[in-house]
C-alpha cells in the first residue's frame, strides 16, 4: 500500500484540517521557518492496533514530550483496507536538524526501551513505519 491509498483511505482534508484549528495550541508563524511536520503511517500486524495505540496514548506521546517532538494529532482509519490495521499521526518537529537529534534522544531513552520492550512480549506490533517530512506551503494556514 503506498502513501497515496493510505491519504485516501483517511481523508487528507481531514488530516491537515487539524493542523489550523485553533485547539492544536500553535502560534501563527511569520515569514520563513525551518519548522518541519513528520507524516508518520504505522502499519500494524494483525491484531496488535489496540494495544499499538494504548502504548502511544499511556507512553509514547509523553516521551516525545520529553525529547521537544510536539504532535499535532492522531488518527485511525474508518474505510478499509485501513481501519483496525493502520495508525497516522503528525508531529511538528523545530527543524529538520532537530528532528533527526529527537528521534534518537528518543530510541535512546531509558524509559522508551522498557516501554517497547514490554508491550512487544507477545510479538511486535508493528510491520513498518512510512515517514515523510513536510513543510507548509506559502497559502497554508500558519499552524
Same mark, same amino acid.
Given at each position: 500500500?503506498?502513501?497515496?491509498?493510505?491519504?485516501?483511505?483517511?481523508?487528507?482534508?481531514?488530516?491537515?484540517?487539524?493542523?489550523?484549528?485553533?485547539?492544536?495550541?500553535?502560534?501563527?508563524?511569520?515569514?520563513?521557518?525551518?519548522?518541519?511536520?513528520?507524516?508518520?503511517?504505522?502499519?500494524?500486524?494483525?491484531?496488535?492496533?489496540?494495544?499499538?495505540?494504548?502504548?502511544?496514548?499511556?507512553?509514547?506521546?509523553?516521551?516525545? /514530550?520529553?525529547?521537544?517532538?510536539?504532535?499535532?494529532? =492522531?488518527? @485511525?482509519? &474508518? +474505510?478499509?483496507?485501513? !481501519?483496525?490495521?493502520?495508525?497516522?499521526?503528525?508531529?511538528?518537529?523545530?527543524?529538520?536538524?532537530?528532528?533527526?537529534?529527537?528521534?534518537?534522544?528518543?530510541?535512546?531513552?531509558?524509559?522508551?526501551?522498557?516501554?517497547?520492550?514490554?508491550?512487544?512480549?507477545?510479538? /511486535?506490533?508493528?510491520?513498518?513505519?512510512?515517514?515523510? =517530512?513536510? @513543510?507548509? &506551503? +506559502?497559502?497554508?494556514? !500558519?499552524?
Amino acid at each position: 500500500m503506498n502513501r497515496r491509498e493510505v491519504l485516501q483511505g483517511v481523508g487528507a482534508a481531514m488530516i491537515f484540517s487539524t493542523m489550523s484549528s485553533p485547539a492544536s495550541g500553535f502560534e501563527a508563524q511569520s515569514g520563513k521557518s525551518d519548522v518541519v511536520y513528520e507524516l508518520r503511517i504505522y502499519h500494524a500486524n494483525e491484531g496488535k492496533l489496540d494495544a499499538l495505540v494504548a502504548r502511544f496514548r499511556d507512553h509514547t506521546d509523553a516521551i516525545f /514530550k520529553r525529547h521537544g517532538m510536539q504532535s499535532v494529532a =492522531y488518527w @485511525t482509519p &474508518t +474505510d478499509e483496507p485501513l !481501519k483496525g490495521r493502520t495508525l497516522i499521526y503528525i508531529l511538528r518537529h523545530p527543524s529538520r536538524a532537530e528532528a533527526t537529534a529527537n528521534w534518537k534522544a528518543f530510541h535512546d531513552d531509558p524509559e522508551w526501551v522498557k516501554v517497547s520492550t514490554a508491550s512487544e512480549v507477545n510479538g /511486535k506490533l508493528v510491520e513498518k513505519v512510512d515517514s515523510t =517530512y513536510m @513543510t507548509l &506551503t +506559502d497559502f497554508s494556514p !500558519k499552524v
